[in-house]
């Protein structure tokens, strides 16, 4: 019977560690993968960030006069007038 009851105690004293470090590693496990979930959030934000300044340094780039098109009436009179007056 002393022997049953030694063999118990230490069969739970063994479950009781195995539940702890079980414990351990699922806190583990939760911490690591709101880390992930933070880096994804701030991977999504400094690529949002990136296409934001690509955006702005194309339009920076570009040229900022826009040709009329076919339908917009132009007086290139009034044009030759503005440049005249401007370079005076």
Known sequence: YDELAVEYANR??????LSAV???ISTQNKRLRIQRKNLLLKND???AA???KE???IVL???KT???TSNCPTDSSLDTKALE????
Not at 12 to 17: A, F
Not at 85 to 88: D, I, K, P
């Open 85 to 88: 007056t401007e370079n005076a």
């Open 61 to 63: 780039a570009s040229d």
């Open 22 to 24: 079980n414990e351990k």
């Open 50 to 52: 990136n296409l934001a």
């Open 66 to 68: 826009v040709s009329p």
């Open 45 to 47: 934000e400094l690529i």
């Open 55 to 57: 955006v702005g340094l």
């Open 12 to 17: 739970l004293r063994y479950h009781q560690y």
